[in-house]
């Protein structure tokens, strides 16, 4: 069979996606690959599809267990011979999978990089006849990325024992500086590298200071979502359990996800949610590593995620289907203040220089009034462009701006005047005039500052603070004491001007993001119905059966035959035999009306 033939055939799809084809070449070439595409781009494709018109079998390096099964089931779904071999199988499942490899009966291998490190593993590799090695979430072996991984940082070793076997190494994000070092650990020959844009054209990037504890903004958020799939990041776990009884409340299908769980609370949450069987998972980010659900709508970080590059992956898991999604997240100054303090506890003097920058980052990407797609291009090393309308920065438009000067000039003498020794809601406790006792001890209240700020509220003034922070006119010191930096002069003296967006003073920010980005056409509601008892018949997650994209063009077409079935993206010959008929069915008693 030709390329073309398979992608349609098995995988139900009839042209490829952007840079897929690139990189089915390149595997089938004979060349090592370095491919960085954004989580969604359809990665998997890439490998699964040459490994099915190469003789031998292809091993890929994941790095978790759920993902790794998750895509034996997937591949299962289109009938094609996939296995893994991880620690939790009994000898016995193990021994199988042994010996269908060495009939050649399995053309996918799915192991994590410890195995590499097994007794015997290596020779019993070298007596197969493997295509091509894939290193999946090829980022782990730097640790100038996140998830750092030691057993990763070795997988160097496959160059040396499998010289003439070629390697492809995948990932959805990589800085300049991760790109260079995956190339050097995994010794990649001369690799063709493939870059897409970090852009993810369907999300929608929102973010907004924290109101309060956030709930109505969380609220609010959510009345956009009814029925969808999403997921809702807490800090900590109590968090994430109250916030999921709150959402219940509501009536609210949503369900809290932590580490802490009982195995089989955790495995049950987990299925529920990828069955559509419930709608929201409050979670800490225990929740989502090896998460493919392609349905999910939305994701919610409900304080200031530690480094960009969470943030990305974590919002990467909205939208894999491409069909739109939308991400907003909550933060406050706060949150930086008490991420830092984590920092704080551990590590190396040098590591932790990496992360506080880190952090900053991330920060300054949350206050920024730029747009959040340029930023995170820019950010992980690609050239950006304003996306026009995906970010809350480029829908707002053109804001007014508002002077401040005379407000930033009072809280810089506050800082000045109380000795730079002071964190911030000291300083505006003395602007406001407060009668707080610490105010009182150290004279404050004595202070030709002291009430001169009564005009604004606390909120405002925390806003005020942001923008001096965000021009770097002030920083943290010891103990989270504000001090002044070299700019703060020129705004004392009026030789600058401090500006802010107008409706960030006085009002919560609120973005009209165009209602309802799909057309949720009346039929999906039916479909999505179907597919759930189908999931849960085969045990299998729901966007296995079928995409939403899938379902959506079969609600709006409905077709009326196995032909007009097979047209429709998403639906192969395999996967009609599966469950064509059923949704025949409803396409028909739906089309007959
Ligand atoms: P990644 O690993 O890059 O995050 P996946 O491999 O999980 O992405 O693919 C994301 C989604 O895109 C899946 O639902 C997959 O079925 C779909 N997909 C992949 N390739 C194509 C294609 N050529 N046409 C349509 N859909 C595709």
Redesign the pocket.
Same mark, same amino acid.
């Given at each position: 069979m030709q390329k073309l033939e398979v #992608?349609e055939k098995v995988?139900g799809? $009839?042209?490829? &996606?952007a840079f897929?084809e690139e990189a089915v070449d390149t595997i089938l070439s004979g060349r090592d690959l370095l491919m960085i595409?954004?989580? +969604? /781009? +359809?990665?998997? #494709?890439c490998y699964q599809l040459p490994s099915l018109l190469m003789d031998g079998v292809t091993v890929v390096i994941s790095p978790l267990i759920a993902l790794m099964q998750d895509q034996v089931r997937g591949l299962g779904e289109n009938a094609i011979a996939a296995a893994t071999i991880n620690s939790d199988m009994s000898d016995e499942e193990r021994m199988r999978v042994f010996e269908g490899l060495k009939k050649g009966e399995i053309k996918l291998l799915y192991v994590a990089p410890e195995r590499l490190g097994a007794n015997g593993f290596i020779p019993f590799l070298q007596s197969l006849n493997i295509n091509f090695f894939v290193i999946d979430e090829a980022h782990c072996v730097s640790e100038w990325g996140h998830e750092f991984r030691a057993d990763y940082r070795r997988l160097g070793i496959l160059k040396e024992q499998f010289p003439d076997t070629p390697v492809a190494a995948?990932t959805?994000t990589a800085t300049p500086k991760v790109e260079a070092d995956m190339i050097e650990a995994l010794r990649l020959n001369d690799p063709v590298r493939i870059r897409a844009k970090v852009l993810r054209k369907n999300l929608t990037i929102c973010t907004q200071k924290r109101v309060s504890n956030g709930r109505t903004q969380l609220l609010n958020f959510l009345e956009r979502h009814k029925n969808q799939s999403g997921i809702v990041y807490t800090f900590t776990r109590k968090e994430a359990e109250q916030l999921a009884t709150f959402l219940q409340s509501r009536h609210i299908s949503a369900r809290a996800y932590h580490a802490r769980l009982e195995p089989e609370e955790k495995a049950e949450v987990m299925k529920a949610f990828m069955r559509d069987q419930i709608d929201i998972v409050v979670a800490t980010i225990a929740f989502g590593m090896g998460i %493919?659900k $392609?349905n999910i709508r939305f994701v919610v970080h409900t304080s200031l995620p530690k480094t960009i590059e969470n943030y990305y992956q974590e919002i /990467?898991r909205a939208g &894999? %289907? +491409?069909l739109e999604s939308e991400t907003l997240l909550l933060y406050t100054k706060a949150d930086e203040i008490q991420k830092r303090e984590l920092i704080d506890g551990a590590l190396s003097e040098a590591y932790k220089e990496v992360l506080y920058a880190k952090l900053q980052s991330m920060y300054r990407f949350a206050l920024s009034s730029a747009c959040k797609h340029r930023l995170l291009a820019v950010y992980f090393g690609d050239e950006g462009e304003d996306c026009g309308d995906k970010c809350e920065s480029c829908l707002r438009g053109e804001v007014a701006q508002q002077d401040i000067t005379k407000e930033a000039q009072m809280f810089l003498s506050a800082i000045y005047r109380t000795g730079e020794r002071f964190g911030q809601n000291h300083i505006i406790d003395v602007l406001r005039g407060s009668q707080a006792q610490n105010i009182l001890k150290f004279g404050h209240d004595r202070l030709t500052v002291f009430g001169i700020g009564e005009g604004r509220n606390k909120n405002e003034w925390g806003m005020i603070a942001d923008r001096l922070f965000e021009l770097e006119a002030i920083a943290l010191g010891e103990h989270r004491a504000l001090k002044l930096m070299p700019k703060a002069a020129a705004i004392l003296k009026g030789e600058e001007h401090v500006e802010i967006d107008e409706d960030k003073l006085g009002h919560i920010r609120r973005v009209k993001i165009t209602e309802d980005h799909e057309e949720r056409d009346e039929n999906f509601e039916a479909f999505r119905v179907l597919r759930m008892k189908l999931a849960a018949e085969a045990d299998l997650p729901a966007?296995m059966v079928f $995409?939403d994209?899938t379902l959506h063009a079969m609600a709006s077409r409905l077709p009326q035959s196995r032909e007009e079935m097979l047209q429709i993206? +998403?639906i192969g010959e395999v996967k009609y035999g599966r469950y064509g008929e059923a949704f025949l069915e409803l396409c028909r008693e739906l089309g007959g009306k």
């Open positions: #992608l995988f799809f $009839s042209t490829f &996606r897929q595409l954004p989580t +969604g /781009g +359809g990665k998997s #494709l995948f959805a %493919d $392609s /990467g &894999r %289907d +491409g966007y $995409s994209k993206s +998403g």
